[in-house]
């Protein structure tokens, strides 16, 4: 299944080659920017049902899925699960529950993110859900970078080696090659 998502991503222009600043901060040479999937329903929907697929064996009740990333996978995700979709967001900083939304106690999760690097967002997910008692019963992922190295219980579609630099060690950098933040205004950010 790995080549055949990584063809989708690629199909999309969703897959950049370079060097990269991620939301963690760490350097990479290679950035998954899943908006670009969005623009493409019918692969966004592929994407959607093979997670489903991948929890077709987890007892689960609901999926939610931090904004605004992951909200459009979360929902094709939810969609083909047939479960109830949240969403958590993030005001003045920090990734809340809103809407009106609620969990009932003990009401089984599965978060949904479109790529995982350092975990840091799955517990801010966890977090502001946390009130409520609910029983996070997995992680799910378009793209996995963290090989494991995490607590989480993480089904993905794809797992790519995390070929990641911290700023202060980075080849990339030592080459002076510009480093570029793609996240949601593809500016560039200095080295
Ligand atoms: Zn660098």
């Given at each position: 299944?790995?080549?055949?998502?990584?063809?989708?991503?690629?199909?999309?222009?969703?897959?950049?080659?370079?060097?990269?600043?991620?939301?963690?901060?760490?350097?990479?040479?290679?950035?998954?920017?899943?908006?670009?999937?969005y623009?493409?329903?019918?692969i966004?929907?592929?994407?959607?049902?093979?997670?489903?697929?991948?929890?077709?064996?987890?007892?689960?009740?609901?999926?939610?899925?931090?904004?605004?990333?992951?909200?459009?996978?979360?929902?094709?995700?939810?969609?083909?699960?047939?479960?109830?979709?949240?969403?958590?967001?993030?005001?003045?900083?920090?990734?809340?529950?809103?809407?009106?939304?609620?969990?009932?106690?003990?009401?089984?999760?599965?978060?949904?993110?479109?790529?995982i690097?350092?975990?840091?967002?799955?517990?801010e997910?966890?977090?502001?859900?946390?009130?409520?008692?609910?029983?996070?019963?997995?992680?799910?992922?378009?793209?996995?970078?963290?090989?494991?190295?995490?607590?989480?219980?993480?089904?993905?579609l794809?797992?790519?080696?995390?070929?990641?630099?911290?700023?202060?060690?980075?080849?990339?950098?030592?080459e002076?090659?510009?480093?570029?933040?793609?996240?949601?205004?593809?500016?560039?950010a200095?080295?």
């Amino acid at each position: 299944m790995t080549n055949e998502v990584l063809k989708l991503l690629e199909q999309a222009q969703g897959v950049l080659h370079g060097h990269f600043c991620l939301t963690s901060g760490l350097h990479s040479d290679i950035y998954f920017q899943c908006a670009k999937l969005y623009q493409y329903p019918e692969i966004t929907e592929q994407l959607g049902s093979k997670l489903a697929e991948l929890l077709k064996d987890i007892d689960f009740d609901t999926i939610v899925a931090p904004a605004i990333g992951a909200v459009i996978i979360g929902y094709e995700t939810a969609k083909n699960a047939h479960k109830r979709n949240l969403f958590v967001e993030r005001k003045d900083g920090i990734m809340q529950l809103r809407r009106g939304y609620s969990l009932k106690k003990g009401e089984k999760v599965v978060i949904i993110e479109d790529v995982i690097t350092t975990a840091r967002t799955i517990k801010e997910t966890i977090d502001a859900i946390k009130e409520f008692e609910p029983e996070i019963v997995a992680v799910g992922c378009i793209v996995d970078r963290t090989k494991g190295k995490t607590e989480y219980n993480i089904k993905s579609l794809l797992q790519i080696d995390p070929v990641v630099y911290e700023p202060d060690n980075c080849p990339l950098c030592k080459e002076g090659i510009p480093v570029v933040k793609p996240g949601s205004r593809e500016e560039k950010a200095k080295a």
